[in-house]
């Protein structure tokens, strides 16, 4: 099959992170967004947590007002990120999991059991006009699930893919390489847009965009770590050509 094109989403997160650790206002994750979309990247990811341990209520409006690409507004499924949405009105909500204690995302939304819970929220962010996507695990039964709770685009959660690359286990990164394929052809096929991220970085790129069902990739936490050492423009590119070199081995 012939591979749509692949798509950057660069996640600054840590940006915020970095700044809140002493406080102030430098970094600026916002100008690390207009830095990445400058390199490449073709949409800008942020995630608005309950504790606003890294993004803030005002950077999400900064970059709405601002950035010419699409924003993709990472939250929890709550009351209270459903009426920021509706006000900021980003291009995309990627709904994910989030507990309070977690040092960053753990696994994916279970949007089986909770579908009572998520129905109502993807109609209200679908009814004006908002993209929605769900953060969820590479298994079939789950890209069945999305599609019966009306949503047109799942993220596969790539961190267990991600934790066997850096342990060096072949037989688990084989392993979690195939659940991400068959989830993402069933994906596909049955009408879901699919993504994918999560723990992503240069040494293990390269095989998820070979995916050819994948039209986006969301990428944060590796892009700022290199960015320490290369600076954020040159990661980006990097990345984008470690995508590019994956992408290069699909069949057109």
């Not at 009351?79 to 309070?100: D, F, G, T």
């Not at 298994?139 to 069945?144: A, C, D, F, P």
């Not at 970085?201 to 944060?220: K, T």
């Amino acid at each position: 099959m012939k591979a749509p094109p692949l798509r950057l989403g660069v996640n600054i997160d840590h940006v915020a992170t970095v700044r809140n650790a002493r406080g102030g206002i430098h970094p600026d994750p916002v100008r690390a967004a207009h830095l990445a979309v400058l390199a490449g990247a073709d949409g800008i990811t942020a995630h608005l947590r309950e504790d606003r341990r890294h993004i803030r209520d005002q950077d999400m409006e900064r970059l709405k007002g601002e950035l010419f690409v699409p924003l993709n507004f990472e939250m929890a499924a709550t009351p209270e990120m459903i009426e920021i949405a509706m006000r900021i009105h980003p291009h995309a909500c990627c709904l994910v999991p989030e507990k309070r204690e977690e040092r960053t995302t753990e696994g994916g939304l279970d949007i089986i059991g909770g579908a009572s819970h998520l129905r109502p929220m993807i109609q209200e962010l679908k009814d004006q006009g908002i993209r929605v996507s769900l953060f969820v695990e590479p298994e079939i039964q789950v890209m069945e699930a999305a599609r019966e709770l009306g949503a047109p685009v799942v993220e596969l959660h790539t961190g267990t893919y991600c934790e066997a690359v850096a342990e060096g286990d072949e037989a688990r990164v084989s392993h979690e390489l195939e659940r991400l394929r068959r989830a993402a052809a069933h994906g596909a096929g049955i009408g879901l847009e699919i993504h994918a991220g999560h723990g992503l970085a240069l040494d293990s790129v390269r095989p998820v965009a070979a995916i050819p069902q994948i039209a986006e990739l969301n990428i944060g936490h590796s892009l700022i770590g290199e960015a320490i050492f290369t600076g954020l423009d040159e990661a980006v590119r990097a990345m984008r050509a470690a995508m590019d070199e994956g992408r290069a081995q699909v069949a057109a």
